[in-house]
Each structure stands twice: as C-alpha cells, then as structure tokens.
T-cell receptor
Framework: GESVGLHLPTLSVQEGDNSIINCAYS??????FIWYKQESGKGPQFIID?????DKRQGQRVTVLLNKTVKHLSLQIAATQPGDSAVYFC????????????FGKGTSLLVTP | KAGVTQTPRYLIKTRGQQVTLSCSPI?????VSWYQQTPGQGLQFLFE???????NKGNFPGRFSGRQFSNSRSEMNVSTLELGDSALYLC????????????FGQGTRLTVV
C-alpha cells in the first residue's frame, strides 16, 4: 500500500555537527511533505513543509530536500544542538483523501555533547 | 496565546467500557484532527472536523467516533474498548483545512486493562 517510511530508526550526532534525517515515500500524488519533531512527553511540533513542485526549502537551521525521482525526502539540521534531540517524523498530505497527515514511523535523533 | 488543550491527560479503562476524550483547539482555529499514536503503528489519522462536520476519516472501526461543537471544541469517543486501543491520542488544530502546520496538544494517554 501507499506509505511514508523512514530509513533509520535511530541517529546519533555530536553537538555542533550537521544532521540528516531521511524519509522515503511511495505516494507520488501527495501535495505537501512535512517534517514534525516530537520531544518526550509532548505532541508533535511542525518544523517545515515543502510543496511537491519544489526541490528545496530552507528554514531557520533546517533545510528540506525533495527528490521526486527516487521519492525521497530529507531534513538537514545545521549545527545540531542538544535541544534538537527528539523523534522526527516525515508526513505527507495525500491529495486524494481529503485533509489528513500520513506520518512515517519516526527517527530518533540523539545529540551528544 | 493558549495552545491545544486535551483532557484528561491520563486515563485507565477496562475492556468493554467506553471513553470520551476532549480537545480544545487554539482560539480561532476551526479545523481539529485526531491521531492515535502507538509504538507499533506510529501516528495514525483518525478523523478531521471542520465547522462541526467530519470532513475526513481514517481507517479505524466504527467504535471510534467524534464530534465538533460550534466553538470548535472537539470530543472523540471510543466504545467497547479493546486492549489494543491503549495508545496516546493526540488532537491537532489548524487555522484552516488543508493546512500543513497543525498544532498538537500533549495528548491523552489511554490504558485499557
């Protein structure tokens, strides 16, 4: 079936390094791809989104890249900080099923000093 | 500006019982969505309400239902609880429908024994 999935369940990086979190998707008809961050004990928090007709979008310390050829999405975090430690989810908005966020399983990012 | 408020935070119920969870969206937000989060299945979309109407529904049995009131507050109900219904139930509100930036509450942790 159509799904959004993640390549790695856990990623450990040193403080100050750049982080790259990857996500594969299978639904080519999705309108938007979104990254959410979930800290322990909290609900997911929106980070950044990218429309399906774009390849790259930058935010504050984050960049999202979309490669439609291989159906791959990535989130790059520059100068990773301890506060970035969380579970990161990619999500898509399927254009053929009304409004819903279809989430991937999540990648746990651990930032070590 | 107050965030999304979900009550109660924790709930323990017995198999066969029913439960009602409440969500107060951010003031002015008219779209409310519900998600179920479990370690095995991740975040799964339950349903979305906009202007008191259910606009979209996920792949869950009819035991899961919801409603939205004129003040945009929403409730979800699960009847005839099963052990597998144990999960974190998250509510998210958005200013409009089809908005990729959803604001999540902290969730209600439901345990079915």
């Amino acid at each position: 079936g159509e799904s959004v999935g993640l390549h790695l369940p856990t990623l450990s990086v040193q403080e100050g390094d750049n982080s790259i979190i990857n996500c594969a998707y299978s639904n080519s008809a999705s309108d938007y791809f979104i990254w959410y961050k979930q800290e322990s004990g909290k609900g997911p928090q929106f980070i950044i989104d990218i429309r399906s007709n774009m390849d790259k979008r930058q935010g504050q310390r984050v960049t999202v890249l979309l490669n439609k050829t291989v159906k791959h999405l990535s989130l790059q975090i520059a100068a990773t900080q301890p506060g970035d430690s969380a579970v990161y989810f990619c999500a898509e908005t399927p254009s053929n099923s009304g409004y819903a966020l279809n989430f991937g399983k999540g990648t746990s990012l651990l930032v070590t000093p | 500006k107050a965030g999304v408020t979900q009550t109660p935070r924790y709930l323990i119920k017995t198999r066969g019982q029913q439960v009602t969870l409440s969500c107060s969206p951010i003031s002015g937000h008219r779209s409310v969505s519900w998600y179920q989060q479990t370690p095995g299945q991740g975040l799964q979309f339950l349903f979305e309400y906009f202007s008191e109407t259910q606009r979209n529904k996920g792949n869950f049995p009819g035991r899961f239902s919801g409603r939205q009131f004129s003040n945009s507050r929403s409730e979800m109900n699960v009847s005839t609880l099963e052990l597998g219904d144990s999960a974190l139930y998250l509510c998210a509100s958005s200013l409009r429908q089809m908005n990729t930036e959803a604001f999540f509450g902290q969730g209600t942790r439901l345990t079915v024994v």
